[in-house]
């Protein structure tokens, strides 16, 4: 989905802050707008101010300062039962004291639907994901994933333009997670819904997102598509967030419109594409892709720099290998090569020489 | 299954052949007599000091021999003669005999606090017939009825074969407000003796206000608590239990200092104008002193188990409820009320239970009006009446035995959440 409009956005924050206790903001200046139908997630360490921002969202928090719109009218004053958005919990949140039909009913009562319309909407949201023999289940006799598809159920079944998900899959085993991952989205895809999602996967916001904003320290650091997010970090805290990166330090010794060229604290030179600086003899940090590092001679993008790399460890993962380096005199250097037929496994102990194409190194700020 | 076998009749046994259920008897047989002798200096302290005299207590409440044991020959004289037989010179023979002898004995107290029990006003009849008892000569009808008219009286008679059996259910009756009548049937104590049935009134109903009212004032602290960070709930936690580190004695009597006549409260209320000198509220020594003091006293008892239900409440419920559309109190109501009514039911009934027991808090702040029913058992304690004591004693019990079996069919037992 391509960026959406300013005046068309759907769900906007605008210049907004948020204090606890008068003395820190925990948001700082956020400034966000989601278009209708996006599945957009906002990823980023515990703390970072995330969750805030889906509260604020919600109505549970009140925004220090700025405004909250939604479809265009400003919500900061509206208490959340008037905002019509549709939310699943962490923790699940269904009512223990209900059966699985009661709890779907509520939203339906409160809103005064009378019974027979209530009953078919219930049908269609348990059939929606796959629980239409349960409605007479107690949330505690249902599994994790079956509790979880009953949240999102119940949190869809009063029909809401917008959905808020705080880390809903948390609580899930891996391989539960990753199915629950492929349901979201087909249901987002399905419905037409908006869907704001919370989480600290980075795995789950790559896969099920339109867009991913990535949170730090009360800002959002990047806000893009996950290729680009992955491909094109902004700055080095999302490079080392999403994903596995190697860091070099260095000098910018010469910069041109596309094209760096970094001294690193060992001497050796190498080419990047500068991202976040801008003049000669600025300090920056180099990110590499554990798997854009090439090793074979043959493979090698051609006028690639290239260094001397001593190899420390192999490590057998089943679909990849990854193996240690020891690069310019750091011992952290990580590549990542494909369980492929022929693939060679490099020994312990083993001198090579390692290179990659000049874009896929990025010339960062040095945090 | 490798180390076990079914073998045809279909029991599961070990690898070498015992049944699989005896061996893990025998295999946990050391652990349940630790655990027993764990709890074996509890189980006999209880035995010894809680269902030993409740034993004696209930035995009590249906025995008294002091006329039995002292009466011999007019005991036989009853046991050989039913009900209606009209005494004749053999009764009255055996009744001086006995007098005769209750005067060497030095009894006659014991037998006539027996008989005054049953019919007021005749402790006196016996000491004092007994200390004349020597100069009785046959024939003892006449003799008797010239010593005093009353031996006459049917009632008394009644009262006495009533008494010639040491095991009776008298002493129910009058903590009933029933009496026997002349002929031996069951009726209305007189209106002006009618006061425990009055009474039993009284301390439910006072038991159940001051339910209501710890329940009504504890559980928005109880809320409080349990929804403030746990740093900030300690401490206030600290305040809620400061009451049970105070002597109940000083706590009762600070209320006094209170709200007396010339108290605190009323001080207050007629400097600030509300009140004149002559309208001073009367706020001790009567009912409204029992409920105020009471209510305090047990505030804790309540707050404690509703504190313990609500803190694991995870507050997201409440937002899960808001979100989908319920106005705050619908949210209240439907989901939070529900889901704390196991912490109202154990500290409804806990408040309640004690409240009916309590004894010491309405003796002081309850004046004639606040007493409750216990305060009448340790009066008939005090007046070494302990059979009737007793008796009430045991109503008490069983009446909560029944609110307790109540509470188990409706709520249910294992629904209830202490802490």
């Not at chain 1, 206790?21 to 980023?44: H, P, R, W, Y």
């Not at chain 1, 705080?166 to 891996?174: I, S």
């Not at chain 2, 002898?101 to 049953?118: F, H, L, S, V």
């Amino acid at each position: 989905m391509a960026g959406p409009q300013q005046d068309a956005a759907f769900v906007q924050f605008e210049r907004v802050q948020k204090s606890y206790d008068g003395e820190t903001l925990v948001v700082k200046d956020l400034n966000l707008a989601i278009g209708k139908g996006e599945f957009l997630t906002m990823l980023g360490p515990s703390g970072s101010g995330k969750t805030t921002c889906l509260m604020m969202l919600a109505g549970f928090e009140t925004a220090t300062h700025g405004e909250i719109r939604l479809a265009g009218r400003p919500i900061n004053q509206v208490p959340p039962h008037k905002r019509d958005i549709g939310m699943v919990f962490q923790n699940y949140a269904l009512f223990p004291h209900m059966t699985v039909g009661e709890n779907l009913a509520f939203p339906l009562e409160v809103r005064g639907i009378g019974r027979s319309e209530r009953e078919a909407k219930i049908t269609r949201a348990l059939d929606m994901v796959q629980m239409g023999a349960f409605a007479s289940r107690r949330p505690a006799q249902l599994s994790g994933g079956q509790q979880q598809r009953i949240a999102l159920a119940r949190a869809l079944v009063f029909d809401p333009a917008l959905v808020l998900m705080d880390e809903p899959l948390g609580a899930l085993d891996k391989q539960l997670r990753e199915h629950m991952q492929f349901e979201i989205k087909h249901l987002h895809d399905n419905l037409g819904i908006t869907v704001v999602y919370v989480t600290h996967d980075q795995g789950e916001a790559l896969t099920m997102s339109d867009r991913v904003a990535v949170f730090n320290d009360g800002r959002i650091q990047q806000l893009a598509p996950p290729d680009e997010l992955y491909e094109r970090p902004a700055n080095s805290f999302v490079a080392g967030f999403i994903g596995e990166n190697n860091r070099l330090r260095g000098t910018v010794e010469d910069i041109g419109p596309d094209r760096a060229l970094v001294r690193l604290a060992s001497g050796e030179l190498i080419e990047a594409t500068p991202v976040n600086v801008t003049r000669k003899g600025q300090a920056t940090l180099v990110s590499i892709r554990p798997e854009r590092v090439e090793f074979k001679p043959d493979l090698m993008p051609t006028g690639a720099h290239t260094l001397e790399a001593e190899v420390l460890e192999f490590i057998y993962m089943g679909d990849i290998f990854r193996t240690r380096l020891r690069v310019t005199g750091q011992d952290d250097f990580v590549i990542k090569s494909r369980n492929a037929q022929g693939q060679r496994r490099l020994e312990p102990g083993e001198k090579i020489r390692i290179g990659w194409a000049p874009q896929d190194a990025r010339a960062l700020d040095p945090a | 299954m490798a180390d076990t076998t079914l073998t045809r009749t279909g029991v599961l046994s070990t690898a070498d052949g015992r049944p699989l259920k005896s061996a893990l008897a025998r295999a946990q047989s050391r652990a349940k007599w630790r655990a027993f002798l764990l709890v074996a200096p509890l189980l006999l302290f209880v035995l010894v000091t809680f269902v030993a005299p409740i034993g004696q207590m209930l035995f009590r409440s249906v025995h008294h021999d002091g006329f039995s044991r002292n009466m011999p020959h007019l005991s036989a004289w009853f046991a050989a003669n039913p009900r209606g037989t009209e005494p004749g010179e053999a009764a009255f023979a055996a009744l001086a005999d006995d007098l005769k002898a209750a005067r060497q004995n030095r009894t006659a107290g014991e037998i006539g606090t027996r008989i005054n029990y049953d019919l007021s006003g005749t402790r006196s009849l016996f000491t004092a017939t007994a200390r004349s008892a020597d100069k009785l000569a046959p024939p003892y009808r006449e003799a008797l009825l010239a010593e005093n008219r009353q031996w006459g009286d049917p009632r008394l008679w009644e009262a006495m074969r009533g008494a010639s059996g040491a095991l009776t259910p008298n002493f129910y009756l009058s903590a009933l407000d029933l009496q026997r009548s002349p002929d031996g049937g069951i009726e209305r104590a007189p209106p002006e003796n009618r006061v425990y049935l009055m009474l039993f009134e009284r301390t439910f109903l006072l038991s159940g206000i001051i339910m209501v009212m710890t329940l009504v004032l504890g559980y928005p602290v109880a809320h409080l608590l349990a929804v403030l960070p746990l740093r900030t709930s300690n401490l206030l936690m600290i305040l809620v239990l400061l009451p049970f580190w105070t002597s109940l004695l000083v706590r009762t009597t600070s209320w006094i200092v209170l709200l007396q006549s010339q108290g605190v409260v009323n001080n207050v209320l007629v400097a600030s104008g509300v009140l004149t000198e002559e309208t001073r509220l009367q706020m001790i020594y009567n009912q409204a002193g029992t409920i105020i003091a009471m209510t305090h006293i047990l505030l804790p008892f309540m707050i404690l188990p509703l504190y313990s239900v609500m803190r694991p409440i995870p507050p997201s419920y409440v937002r899960a409820a808001r979100s989908l559309g319920a106005s705050s109190w619908c949210a209240f109501r439907r989901i939070y009320f529900p889901q704390t009514i196991p912490g109202i039911a154990a500290g409804a009934l806990l408040v309640f239970i004690l409240a009916v027991g309590y004894y010491i808090t309405p003796a002081l702040v309850g004046g004639a009006s606040g007493q409750l029913i216990s305060n009448l058992i340790a009066f008939h304690m005090s007046k070494s009446n302990w059979s009737l004591a007793a008796a009430i004693a045991a109503i008490l019990l069983a009446a909560v035995l029944v609110l307790y079996w109540l509470y188990d069919r409706l709520i249910g037992i294992d629904n209830m959440k202490l802490g």
